[in-house]
């Protein structure tokens, strides 16, 4: 029931900006901590980013200080703005809850060259 559904990535150069969305379907959205995850090839998906449901942020000290994440409760959906952006930033990121997992979307491929 529940659907997760990224957009927003692209290819950019180191230093460059994408500012990815993820909208969120099929729950109460507004009591749930949401979480922005990456995946790079051989490497194991991690949490880059996590906000409450009272906006309060988290970020993983990789991307501390040039990643936002933020909410629209209205909306259902939540942005990751991504600034200075790094090639070791390339991943396929996903959306999803922290308190617990439901089925992962299809990702957004952010691809930063060098």
């Known amino acids: 029931q529940v659907q997760l559904v990224e957009s927003g990535g692209g290819l950019v150069q180191a230093g460059g900006s994408l500012r990815l969305s993820c909208a969120v379907s099929g729950t109460i959205f507004s009591i749930n901590v949401m979480g922005w995850y990456r995946q790079a090839p051989g490497k194991q998906r991690e949490l880059v980013a996590s906000i409450t449901s009272g906006s309060n942020t988290n970020y993983a000290d990789s991307v501390k200080g040039r990643f936002t994440i933020s909410r629209d409760n209205a909306k259902k959906t939540v942005y990751l703005q991504m600034n200075s952006l790094k090639p070791e930033d390339t991943a396929v990121y996903y959306c999803?809850?922290?308190?617990?997992?439901?089925?992962w979307g299809q990702g957004t491929q952010v691809t930063v060259s060098s």
């Open positions: 999803n809850f922290v308190t617990y997992f439901v089925p």
